[in-house]
């Protein structure tokens, strides 16, 4: 999640919606057959998934809030995840869960 990424263009990220819109669309897994993106990764998991464990899953992901996942990131210790960083991480996962909830 941006770890390769300095915590200067994270914060530089983070001011700029779009830019962090179209960072987050790069994302792509090479160990997967012609590097598909994570999203698409995502979506083909949950339709794969039989539909009790789709639902579950989707259930899952709508529960968790933005404050949910600032409760665990400020677990992190500031000297691994800087106050940037920390905040690049929160406003990515919430893009990404409003994406996928946003396909159901």
């Known amino acids: 999640m941006g770890f390769q990424v300095r915590p200067e263009t994270h914060a530089a990220l983070i001011q ?14 090479r160990y997967f057959a012609g590097q598909p993106a994570l999203l698409a990764l995502a979506r083909q998991a949950f339709e794969l998934a039989s539909a009790r464990g789709s639902n579950y899953w989707m259930a899952r992901l709508e529960a968790v809030t933005d404050g949910t996942i600032e409760s665990a990131l400020v677990k992190a210790p500031s000297a691994l995840l800087s106050v940037p960083s920390r905040t690049f991480c929160q406003e990515l996962l919430s893009y990404n869960r409003r994406r996928l909830l946003d396909d159901q």
Not at 16 to 29: F, I, M, Q, S, V
């Open 16 to 29: 700029d919606p779009e830019r962090l819109r179209r960072w987050a669309g790069r994302g792509h897994c």
